[in-house]
């Protein structure tokens, strides 16, 4: 079993630690408005950062993905428990620790069960429309607050933006200038000095503004008092109907971050040549979302852009997220303070400027160009997500992984297999339509398991097959099976109607390159009986295919 904080040496420990110090300049920033996103209170996000990263930390088999509240499940715990309780309400708040906590269980659930293949339904495209729409829903409540305009920002879409236009005569002057100059900075600053954690130095220059001119006066948002003092131990205490209501709401967390959390944990681990377990990663999450439900925060997933951040500062170890509890904990116990006077415009320019990559624009027209019907699920998702709800969103990205699934299942490869008449040539060209293999004889290959989606289409392309052989009249038809991995009872069906067909027409059916499993599939399915099975396919044209007579 891997060891907390494998790969730690003395050689590489400073290094950890100054890359400790920089995650904790990025993370306590963009954790504030997350929390304000998900209609929280700033200490949801800093206790997030505190025990939940810790466990996160030390159970989990990724040396460098990050564990933290993100945009795309701050929006999704507004628009879902925004659906049961006022934000900001005491009832609001337990909400969000309940369904963190069963975000949590769902996560141990599949990693016991071994069921994280289930998020792989989220295909990318997918995944760009649904977080994409979050993050332009998103988009819009933070333009707001960098104008100084008041607007529900747990409403709908449409709400939102007409909230927005209508609000523009009450534009905050100097909320536009804090905004403007944050957002300058944030870019100029990344591109000319990327090591600079440019979010807290935007809310140090915009804080210590605030407090010099009494902008707070001047119709400034601040962030206002935070409570002092490390998280305490707490639980939800709910009806059991308030519990259930929350479960498809937890459900699209658990399955989103468990999408992005795997690739993210795969994609590093096979950069930097170390293990990754799947079911390890999934049990971390949970802990950790159980943590953050009971101590007062939200739900936890990955974060790819810290990870990224601490992949280019040199860490591969988990150290720096042990850095980034501790320097939390000081916070809250002696530097409250500090926060009470954040303007909430710099807050907003942060976020807006981390989340306007979410969108995805680059990745639609990537899409675009690569396949029309790929794009037309992700905008779909997309639209669905932002002008309908998060929850909606997710259902119907289910559906269209389905839709998807079905679309190329129910098409599969069908080919009749072209032999050159050299013996020692493996038969994997296809044959021109209407064609044979060789005299009477016919391979076809079908490529892909038989089932529900593609058994009548297969049948159908046999047929066809068949029917339109010129030349000798086919006799012998030889199923190649070795891209066939699987038979359900709707694919069986089709193959014994099929079966009938040929035997009608005085055609003896083979098989070639059969696997022992499918051989005892068909077997159990009463499909199997007295049809020659060969090793190859040459095999097969050896012992059914009349010799060439050589005059």
Request: net charge negative.
């Amino acid at each position: 079993m891997q060891r907390p904080l494998a790969g730690l040496t003395g050689s590489n420990v400073v290094r950890e630690l100054l890359a400790g110090v920089t995650l904790l300049a990025i993370a306590i920033p963009l954790n504030i408005g997350y929390a304000q996103i998900a209609g929280l209170p700033p200490t949801a996000g800093l206790y997030a950062l505190i025990v939940p990263t810790v466990l996160y930390a030390l159970v989990v088999s990724s040396r460098q993905v990050v564990a933290s509240p993100d945009a795309a499940a701050a929006a999704l715990v507004a628009s879902s428990v925004g659906g049961l309780a006022v934000a900001g309400s005491a009832n609001y708040a337990t909400l969000a620790l309940a369904q963190a906590i069963i975000c949590g269980v769902l996560f141990i659930l599949l990693s016991v069960f071994k069921l994280g293949f289930l998020a792989n339904f989220l295909s990318k495209p997918i995944l760009v429309g649904f977080v994409g729409g979050l993050a332009l829903d998103i988009l819009v409540s933070q333009i707001a607050k960098m104008l100084g305009v008041k607007i529900d920002s747990g409403g709908e879409f449409v709400d939102k933006i007409v909230g927005l236009v209508g609000g523009l005569g009450t534009t905050s002057l100097w909320s536009v200038i804090i905004s403007a100059g944050s957002v300058a900075i944030l870019l100029v600053g990344r591109r000319l000095l990327p090591v600079v954690p440019w979010a807290l130095v935007v809310l140090v220059v915009a804080t210590a503004l605030v407090v010099l001119l009494h902008l707070d006066q001047l119709g400034v948002d601040i962030l206002g008092a935070v409570p002092a003092g490390a998280p305490a131990l707490t639980w939800p205490v709910l009806e059991w109907s308030m519990w259930l209501a929350l479960i498809p709401s937890a459900i699209a967390l658990t399955l989103v971050t468990t999408a992005e959390g795997l690739l993210v944990s795969r994609s590093y681990a096979e950069k930097r040549h170390y293990p990754f377990r799947a079911n390890r990663d999934l049990f971390a999450f949970g802990v950790a979302n159980i943590a953050a439900g009971a101590q007062g925060s939200f739900a936890v997933g990955s974060s790819t852009s810290r990870t990224a951040a601490m992949d280019q500062a040199g860490s591969r170890t988990q150290l720096p997220s042990l850095v980034l509890a501790a320097g939390t904990l000081l916070l809250l116990l002696f530097g409250t303070a500090l926060l009470a006077d954040i303007p909430s415009p710099a807050i907003g320019a942060v976020v807006a400027v981390a989340i306007i990559p979410l969108i995805g624009i680059r990745e639609f027209v990537d899409l675009w160009r690569k396949d029309r019907f790929e794009f037309a699920v992700g905008a779909t998702c997309f639209l669905v997500t932002v002008f309908v709800g998060a929850i909606p969103g997710i259902v119907v990205a289910f559906v269209l992984a389905l839709i998807n699934l079905a679309k190329r299942a129910a098409s599969p490869a069908i080919d009749v297999l072209e032999s050159t008449g050299d013996p020692g040539e493996s038969l994997l060209e296809e044959a021109p339509a209407g064609s044979t293999t060789a005299p009477g004889v016919l391979v076809i290959r079908l490529a892909a398991p038989l089932f529900f989606a593609n058994g009548s289409v297969f049948g159908d392309a046999v047929k066809r097959a068949v029917s339109s052989a010129t030349g000798e009249p086919v006799r012998h038809v030889v199923l190649d099976m070795e891209a066939v991995t699987d038979i359900d009872v709707t694919g069986a069906e089709a193959f014994e109607s099929l079966e009938e067909w040929l035997r009608g027409r005085d055609v003896d059916l083979a098989f070639a390159r059969l696997r022992p499993p499918v051989r005892d599939r068909l077997t159990q399915l009463g499909l199997f009986a007295d049809q020659p099975v060969y090793e190859t396919n040459r095999a097969a044209l050896a012992a059914l295919a009349p010799p060439v007579d050589p005059a």
